[in-house]
């Protein structure tokens, strides 16, 4: 890292970046939940977690402000941010290429994001280990859980999903992709998970029509029974890079799917693998 002449690092987008990410943390806020607090959407705050370029002002401003920080220090990133833009770019080293992020966003956990559920991205996550272990098998056993329930009670749904052939006179299985597009070209789990809502509009969770208790994670599979057109939800953020990266999708289609205890409510077919997508020759909702 650079120093200024006493020794303290230089400030740059990277750090600016990781120092957002690390109030977020401090916080115990997920991308999901600073989404839905500051209508920002999760890929967009994810970017600005793990940088390396200066996010938008608006994006940093509007977020630190929806989760709590106080408007002097709110003030103070704005100052900090105009003084990175306004500085000159740093030139690339030509000995260096620069490591593409792999780092995944950990469970609740955003979003930015996504959300997340307590965000952890690239620059803040922390290193592989126990840790890391501990929220894959939790998402193992909530996957286990949902299927467990769903093969005891619907064997036939599963029957459907392997025949490969969809019909509109019954259920659909369909697996669940809680995956972030970020950067040019990575997908990764977003850090809070998705959930049904009461109505196929985005930000249930600050809009009241979150059906509590309904987690899900990438890998879960539900019997969708119908689809409805609600409001446009998208995986990506239309000013990021993301907006070239060939995981991202948009769609105003969501499926109406059934919750093991009997309860139902309603998916974005964004947060479901590509397979799944499409309407599956299900009816419309009535």
Not at 16 to 27: G, I, N, S, Y
Not at 52 to 81: S, Y
């Amino acid at each position: 890292m650079t120093e200024s002449p006493d020794g303290r690092p230089l400030d740059s987008p990277d750090l600016f970046c990781r120092d957002f990410a690390a109030v977020l943390d401090a916080r115990g806020v997920s991308v999901r939940e600073a989404a839905e607090r500051s209508n920002w959407s999760k890929s967009a705050i994810g970017n600005a977690r793990t940088g390396p370029r200066l996010p938008r002002a608006d994006l940093v401003t509007t977020v630190l402000a929806a989760v709590g920080v106080p408007e002097v220090e709110v003030r103070g990133w704005a100052r900090r941010h105009a003084a990175l833009a306004a500085a000159p770019a740093a030139p690339a080293s030509p000995t260096t290429a620069p490591a593409r992020s792999t780092a995944t966003l950990s469970a609740d956990v955003p979003p930015p994001s996504a959300g997340a559920p307590a965000v952890q991205d690239a620059a803040a996550a922390p290193a592989a280990g126990p840790q890391e272990t501990g929220g894959r098998t939790t998402r193992a056993v909530v996957v286990a859980v949902l299927v467990t329930g769903m093969v005891s009670g619907a064997a036939g749904w599963f029957a459907a999903r392997t025949a490969g052939t969809p019909t509109a006179a019954g259920p659909v299985v369909v697996t669940v992709q809680n995956k972030v597009a970020l950067g040019a070209e990575d997908l990764v789990e977003d850090s809070g998970p998705a959930y049904l809502s009461s109505r196929a509009i985005a930000f249930c969770g600050t809009r009241g029509c979150r059906e509590d208790g309904t987690d899900v994670v990438s890998g879960a599979m539900l019997p969708a029974t119908c689809t409805v057109v609600g409001e446009r939800m998208w995986n990506y953020n239309l000013d990021s890079p993301a907006a070239h990266n060939p995981h991202r999708v948009e769609s105003a289609l969501w499926y109406r799917v059934t919750w093991p205890d009997g309860r139902s409510g309603y998916l974005s077919e964004v947060y479901l693998e590509p397979a799944s997508r499409g309407g599956l020759g299900l009816p419309a909702c009535g």
